[in-house]
């Protein structure tokens, strides 16, 4: 009355009963056993364990095509998922990848406790509005560095797990940081205020890019070292210790993003030299988003009042961040140069943007 | 160490202070998680007896590891410093306000943070051999700033 699998199972069973065991696991995989680890100062991380014959990672990702661990003993009858199309080691790693999965591990955070939320004081009405429309603002481009890499996860063959596991560390930082953004803005008596569409451009552009190296470049480069530079900004800017303390504890998280975005790209750009053109041809689509972004008025006026120190002096304050349109700029093109892509004379946009320049094209100058 | 005996900065024991201070306060560096980076401070502008390239320059190189920091030096130049480092580089005025800053209030007011110091590239500078390096200042900030805050707890005197 079982079906053939059931009856199969029922036969083993049996057999086990009858002290007839297979035991052939044990001795399956004689070039992984014996294995030697010694923990470092921090206790046991990734990078301590995977070494030797575990630390042998594939050009060509495993064609078994399945979950089976790296380094073990996989049998000729395991299926395959049949859902990897990144089987190529220069298309996901990165030679960090392991050691910034055993850093997001061990710098991890959360924003209930670690946030003096207790320090939150009531701020004059245009300093609150500011602050809550800067958050409103990380709050809708966040998760895009979660979703993006949970949307190729499962497609990334899995003896590169550690990129994997990297990945699952940014989704968590990702999901930390669109709710830390989201409690600020509704924490001090204010709220979310309004949506930018010039984002979900740049938003679009990396979810939708057609490989994960594009993607990643767009995404980990580009975006998230503009992100970076925005987190430092928003600790400049801060009215109080308890946004100090968001933008210092997400900027440290950002930066791991970066690390792992350039030297992704260094390892592809060296064994493909002739996919460059790809790489410029979605930062091209990305820097025209950005500006585009950069300039929306609720991207720009809530940080120039917050730097004027109130909106009376919001002048003062678009003069005072005058430089950071720049810096971004600066780090960006150098990001670039260590994952080894020259980009400045292919720009296609300015890579400064002075107060003098711009009323200098209005005629008012 | 002695709290109520003043430390010269720039000088190795000052920062020898902050890295004794590191050890005692282990539990506090485990929370924020390890660091792995290298921080070379640059004083400029500082008493003339200084051992850098240009009259007044004074380097001197900390390098974090997991929880702590265990390696102090003073360079004579900063081609003696480790290939990978960030540089933080500023007057001694500069530094001089920001460790009296952090001594008078326990911890640095909104203006006396590093990040606040350096983002405008002035008063303070960060800078390194390429890019990644000095996004190990942004990667490691929260402890950076945790192991400078430590200065409120000696007396610190000038050259
Ligand atoms: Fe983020
Ligand atoms: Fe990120």
């Known amino acids: ?365 | 160490m002695g709290k109520n005996k003043a430390i010269l900065f720039p000088s190795e024991d000052w920062f020898r202070g902050l890295v004794s201070l590191m050890g005692e306060q282990e539990a506090t560096y485990r929370e924020l998680g390890a660091t792995d980076c290298t921080m070379v401070v640059k004083v400029t502008g500082g008493a003339s007896q200084g051992t850098g390239e240009d009259e007044g320059e004074k380097f001197f190189e900390v390098v974090f590891e997991d929880y702590g920091a265990d390696k102090v030096r003073e360079l004579a130049s900063i081609e003696e410093a480790s290939a990978s480092h960030f540089v933080l580089e500023a007057s001694l005025e500069t530094w001089r306000e920001m460790i009296d800053n952090i001594r008078d209030n326990g911890s640095p007011d909104l203006e006396h943070t590093l990040n606040y110091l350096t983002f405008p590239d002035d008063p303070m500078l960060v800078t390194g051999p390429d890019q990644l390096e000095v996004d190990t200042f942004y990667r490691y900030n929260e402890s950076l700033q945790r192991f400078f805050n430590a200065a409120a707890e000696f007396p610190t005197s000038y050259a």
């Open chain 1, 1 to 365: 009355m079982y079906n053939a699998v059931v009856n199969e199972g029922l036969d083993r069973m049996s057999e086990m009963a009858r002290g007839n065991f297979d035991l052939d696991w044990m001795d399956s995989n004689p070039a992984g056993w014996g294995h030697e680890v010694k923990p470092g100062k921090t206790g046991l991380t990734l990078c301590d364990v995977e070494t030797g014959h575990y630390d042998q990672v594939p050009e060509h990702g495993s064609s078994h095509g399945s979950l089976a661990p790296r380094g073990c003993m996989v049998p000729d009858d395991t299926p395959s998922l049949d859902m990897y199309t990144l089987n190529e080691m220069s298309e996901v790693w990165s030679d960090n990848a392991r050691h910034l999965y055993d850093e997001a591990c061990n710098r991890q955070w959360n924003s209930t406790t670690d946030v003096p939320w207790h320090k939150l004081e009531k701020l004059p009405d245009d300093i609150e509005k500011s602050v809550c429309q800067m958050c409103t603002g990380f709050v809708e481009v966040e998760f895009v560095a979660g979703d993006m890499p949970a949307k190729w996860m499962c497609h990334i063959n899995h003896d590169f797990h550690e990129v994997k596991l990297f990945l699952a560390t940014q989704i968590m930082d990702e999901a930390r940081h669109m709710d830390v953004f989201r409690k600020r803005a509704l924490a001090n008596g204010g709220g979310l205020l309004m949506a930018s569409p010039a984002s979900e451009e740049l938003l679009a552009a990396i979810l939708q890019a057609n490989d994960y190296t594009t993607a990643s470049s767009l995404m980990h480069i580009f975006g998230e070292g503009f992100i970076l530079t925005l987190f430092r900004t928003g600790e400049f800017l801060a009215p109080t210790e308890v946004e100090k303390t968001i933008f210092r504890l997400c900027m440290q998280d950002e930066a791991r993003h970066v690390a792992y975005g350039v030297k992704h790209l260094k390892y592809f750009l060296e064994r493909h030299p002739e996919r460059e053109g790809e790489i410029h041809s979605i930062l091209d689509a990305g820097e025209q988003a950005i500006f585009r972004l950069t300039l929306e008025p609720q991207t720009i006026e809530p940080r120039a009042i917050l730097a004027g120190g109130g909106i009376e002096n919001i002048e003062l304050g678009m003069a005072r961040i005058g430089f950071l349109y720049s810096k971004q700029i600066r780090e960006y093109l150098h990001r670039l140069k260590v994952a080894g892509l020259e980009r400045e004379s292919r720009m296609v946009i300015p890579a400064e943007l002075s107060v003098e320049t711009l009323l200098e094209r209005a005629g008012v100058a």
